[in-house]
């Protein structure tokens, strides 16, 4: 299976390559074991070196980062989809449900994939009509289980429950960016108390709480090692997807090289996004409330497919 997708497509696209078996598996198993110990939980455009550069690099801060900047207008392309204009970049908001949100920035305007996913064989779950109000600073879209506020000056979306519970909301200061080196990142606020699992088949500790997680399936011994592969737990599985005890799930739908800082570097605030040494691919992503791990999982299947059984080494069977 590896050698017909190396043939067909860089290596580099296709190194973070999730097996939707295996990964499914990992996850549902993984939910399981949350529920058991009682845990509660209360459109497209290539990202080449030369259009990042050229989509609102004079703008870009000391780190080298360019920010979306405000939002002058949307247009409501579907009754589940709007699209945001703003100063650097276009964002595709679509509720592919009432409780999956996808988010699609593009610096270039123009959404179109430059590799396929992996991973979703189908997003249009249950399409919604996304209501859209003008509420002055922000604009109010909302579905029969969130409301999701983008704010236009600068560009940021908060997510809330029906309760308006804040779920996740992008941090203030730097909400979503990418560079000249194709990384594309999003920052989002990590709330008081909340924790995360998940992120695949890693040498670290249960919560990624305070962690850097490298999405790299590098197995020990290899020379593709390009740094100690302990650093950041980078064995066996890459599986951009996390659960928070929020009670939302983000599954970040790149298949180059990403990385996760969930606050290790910068205390309250996480972070995803791709990264070096082989950045690339799309800012895409998909919001997922539950506001059980069990409904995020069933969600997040059928949009990935469901997994007829586990793998034999689940069961023991290692060799």
Same mark, same amino acid.
């Given at each position: 299976m590896c050698l017909t997708l190396c043939k067909n497509r860089k290596w580099g696209a296709v190194m973070n390559i999730n097996i939707k078996l295996r990964a499914t598996a990992l996850v549902c198993i993984f939910a399981l074991l949350i529920t058991s110990i009682g845990i509660s939980v209360s459109a497209k455009t290539d990202f080449t070196q030369s259009s990042l550069a050229a989509s609102g690099s004079a703008s870009a801060d000391s780190s080298g980062y360019t920010y979306i900047g405000g939002c002058t207008s949307y247009n409501k392309t579907s009754e589940n989809e709007l699209t945001f204009n703003c100063t650097n970049a276009r964002?595709?908001?679509k509720a592919c449900a009432s409780d999956i949100i996808k988010v699609w920035c593009e610096p270039g305007g123009k959404f179109s994939r430059k590799y396929p996913s992996f991973v979703v064989t189908d997003e249009n779950i249950s399409p919604v009509d996304m209501k859209v109000s003008d509420q002055g600073t922000y604009y109010k879209l909302q579905t029969s289980a969130l409301?999701?506020?983008?704010y236009k000056s600068p560009f940021r979306l908060q997510y809330y429950d029906l309760n308006g519970n804040l779920l996740c909301k992008n941090n203030a200061a730097k909400g979503m960016g990418w560079n000249s080196k194709n990384e594309v990142v999003v920052w989002n606020d990590i709330s008081n108390g909340e924790h995360f @699992?998940?992120?695949?088949?890693?040498?670290?500790?249960f919560d990624k709480n305070g962690l850097i997680v490298d999405q790299w399936g590098v197995d020990l011994g290899s020379p593709d090692n390009y740094a100690p592969t302990n650093a950041n737990g980078r064995w066996y599985g890459a599986d951009p997807h996390f659960i928070s005890s929020k009670g939302y799930s983000i599954y970040f739908d790149n298949t180059c090289r990403t990385r996760f800082n969930m606050g290790k570097t910068e205390k309250g605030v996480y972070s995803f996004g791709s990264s070096k040494p082989l950045p690339g691919g799309e800012l895409l992503y998909y919001f997922i409330y539950g506001p059980s791990p069990k409904a995020i999982v069933k969600r997040f299947t059928d949009m990935s497919g469901k997994s007829f059984m586990p793998p034999? @080494?689940?069961?023991?069977?290692?060799q």
């Open positions: 964002v595709v908001v409301e999701i506020r983008a @699992w998940g992120l695949g088949e890693k040498t670290q500790e034999l @080494w689940a069961f023991g069977n290692m």
